[in-house]
């Protein structure tokens, strides 16, 4: 028997996954899935669910009596859900570009051997990710330093960039863009700009695109921001009104009732349950519908800087 067929058949030994325990590998994944997906099919159930049903019965896996009027009832207010869809976009968009350049240009900086203040601005860099100022000094600043009260930039500017995504950043330019590529640009007369946008940025879209859905995700998914800093509700984002359903039943009635609807008939029609849940589905569709697209790129960054076998 030759020394390969031993050194393979050892290998083979060692990496033997005993079948009861692969049995419960898939288990134990069968279950983690369906603790992932069970509460977006009990959250679209209850959109679909008629709210006589939901009262009498609570929420149930299937819906009891089937019904569209929570849906109809959103359609009816589309002023007030298409302004707030906008804003929602018009955050995700600029605020994820805006990002991924901050981003992107901080973590290729810090990641260039030859500048003297690389040390010094890691620690800065870093130390906010473990440390911060609290958000009272975060809310001072934003409101009484920067003016951002009542502005869309409130929304946009505190989550642009983090030092977490700039550590990732920084990771994948040491690792992965060799310092002769660089010197070879220098010395055909390419400026650091050119150098950024021309020849780093079209070979990083790896860590671009896991950046660019970190920064999607927190845009979309925020309602904090909103919290804090505006109390204008044209500027109310999804997340915001869903919070703001979430937190009072009445929302969307007292909306509808400021343009003239009867209050009271309004309050006694309304799908409150059922409303809540239709619009968390709006939420999270586009996010969903997005994020397989973006899935090879999402995990090859996060494995930036891995001990390659």
Known sequence: MSSKTVYDSGLEKFNRIHKLVNISFHLIFILLALLCVIPVIVVLSISFSSEDSIRESGYQLLPLVFSGEAYVYIMKQGTMILRALGVSLFVTAIGTVLGVLLTATMGYVLSRPNYKLRGFLTWVVFIPMVFNGGLVSSYFINTNLLGLKDSVWALILPLAVSSFNVIICKTFFKSTIPDGLIESAEIDGARQLRIFFSIIMPISLPVIATIGLFLCFAYWNDWFQSMLYIDNQNL?????????????????????????VSYALLVAT???????MAVAIL???????????????????????????
């Open 236 to 260: 109310y984002s999804l997340q915001a009104l869903l919070n703001s359903l979430m937190s009072n039943v009445d929302a969307l009635a007292k909306n509808a009732a400021s343009m003239g």
């Open 270 to 276: 309304m799908p409150k349950e059922a409303a809540r």
């Open 283 to 309: 939420i999270v569709l586009p996010v969903a519908f997005a994020y397989p697209f973006f899935q090879k790129y999402f995990i090859s960054g996060l494995t930036v800087g891995a001990v390659k076998g």
